[in-house]
């Protein structure tokens, strides 16, 4: 009860007066839907610094379990600076139904009587987020949804001379406009605004394709598991076309095996759904006597909880939720950034599956070297240019 109370106590120092009302209450509150943004989205919950690696563990364990009774399940949507608030949604959506795969349904038929070797076709799970995956997502600190870098947005963006308001519409459109002035670096030519999705669509191509690239890299054992705020049904129409998009990319069919169990989409929640199905997962299949890899690719709503080797402190609470922790190995792709623009903003970013993402990818399925971008971090170290 005490860890429970600290952790609400740290959450509650970062959110406003208001926002710690809301926690309070024993939910979020959403504002009506504005000119800015589609809906207020999550606020990331904070966790302690702990020391040693099993104090830390079990402190993320209470990270998980802390929030079982939290926010209720709500929609990241991602807005644009002045279109309808429900932009690529219609009624009929939330209608739609799709029949998703769970843990047991899983089929057994991938598994090839001819056993491979032990290292050679593992059995990888790759759970997907959507948006800051294969979009780019931009969130200005103030606890609301991440504005979507698209086409239309840019369109509407202006360079400031002096500071903005901090929440103001000019500086929405100050931080946009330098996001998408932001040299990509390691490998990747030009700026963020060539992963600006076309008019207001949540799909950039190229983040796209990558994502094929990584479901044909993790092998014939692999099964991709949606855990984006996708699989809301009202978003079934956007899993279909994602899904299209991808098998156009990779020339066969993909579609997503399974999907987590219905939950909020706070970035703690989230994670503890992803455990319960690594941890569910590796019972039913414990029998084939084959390693387990588990891939993760996430934004946590542009954001990181403020505690030390995120990352690798994930990865282990996630290898500890499988039945067989000691054949189970883990990669959290955190598809993030934070940085200062030039008058001094803060800006949090679900960046997409850039090239530093694939990188870590692609060595994690394929144990390949690093680049040389990896291997010498100061290289992808580049000025960003005046304008777009």
């Known amino acids: 009860m005490e860890a429970a109370m600290a952790v609400c106590q740290v959450m509650a120092d970062a959110m406003s007066t208001a926002d710690a009302a809301d926690m309070k209450s024993g939910g979020y509150a959403f504002a009506p839907p504005s000119p800015l943004r589609n809906q207020r989205g999550d606020i990331p919950e904070a966790k302690q610094r702990c020391d040693e690696q099993r104090a830390t563990e079990s402190t993320l364990d209470s990270y998980c379990s802390d929030t079982e009774s939290g ?5 990241k949507s991602w807005g644009t600076l002045d279109a309808d608030p429900y932009i690529g949604e219609t009624a009929s959506d ?11 349904a899983l089929p057994d038929d991938w598994e090839s009587d001819n056993e491979a070797s032990f290292d050679e076709n593992p059995d990888t799970l790759i759970f997907v987020d959507a948006d800051g995956v294969i979009n780019v997502g931009i969130n200005d600190g103030h606890g609301q949804a ?4 698209c086409q239309d947005n840019l369109a509407r963006c202006k360079p400031c001379t002096s500071p903005p308001r901090a929440g103001s519409v000019k500086a929405i459109s100050h931080i946009m406009y330098e996001t998408a002035c932001r040299q990509v670096g390691h490998g ?15 799909m950039c191509s190229l983040f796209v394709q990558r994502l094929a690239e990584i479901r044909q890299h993790a092998g014939p054992r692999a099964k991709m598991v949606l855990s984006s705020s996708w699989r809301q049904s009202q978003h079934l129409k956007r899993v279909e076309a994602l899904e299209a998009a991808l098998s156009k990319c990779s020339g066969e069919k993909i579609t997503f095996d399974a999907q987590t169990q219905p939950g909020s989409d706070h970035p703690s929640v989230r994670l503890q759904l992803i455990g319960d199905f690594v941890h569910e997962y590796s019972v039913n299949h414990q029998h084939s006597g084959r390693p387990l890899r588990v891939l993760v690719l996430d934004d946590f709503a542009a954001s990181q909880p403020p505690m030390e080797n995120f990352a690798t402190t994930v990865e282990a609470h996630l290898r500890e939720r499988s039945c067989q922790p000691e054949r189970t190995s883990v990669k959290l792709v955190h598809c993030y950034e934070k940085w200062t623009t030039s008058l001094g903003l803060s800006v949090q970013a679900g960046t997409g599956l850039t ?12 144990s390949k070297p690093a680049c040389s971008f990896c291997a010498n971090p100061k290289a992808c170290m580049l000025a960003a240019p005046p304008g777009l």
């Open 188 to 202: 990747d030519e030009g700026t963020f605004s060539k992963f600006a999705t076309p008019g207001a669509d949540h």
């Open 146 to 149: 991440p504005l979507l870098l």
């Open 71 to 75: 926010p209720p399940s709500s929609d």
């Open 94 to 104: 939330a209608g739609s139904e799709k029949t998703w795969g769970t843990v047991d």
């Open 355 to 366: 090239r530093a993402r694939m990188c870590e990818a692609e060595h994690f399925l394929l």
